[in-house]
């Protein structure tokens, strides 16, 4: 999913929006006061490190039996 963040310059607030194309990115509008005074933000992914991941299905499925052919 195409889901970037966004600060809004009004408020101030980090939001995430979801934009299929580079028009959705100019479209969009604070979800908190509705501006449209918004800049992208790049992911903080790779400058906060350690933040802890969330995930892990921990589930190992035991006596399944995988059929191939
Ligand atoms: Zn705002």
Same mark, same amino acid.
């Given at each position: 999913m195409p889901i970037y963040e966004f600060k809004c310059e009004k408020c101030g607030k980090i939001f995430e929006a979801l934009c299929f194309t580079k028009e959705d990115e100019k479209d969009v509008r604070c979800?908190? %006061? /509705? !501006?449209?005074d918004v800049t992208k933000e790049y992911s903080s992914f790779a400058t906060s490190w350690g933040r802890g991941f969330i995930g892990g299905s /921990? !589930? %190992?499925? /035991? /006596?399944r039996g995988f059929g191939f052919g």
């Open positions: 979800i908190y %006061c /509705g !501006s449209k /921990g !589930s %190992c499925g /035991g /006596g």
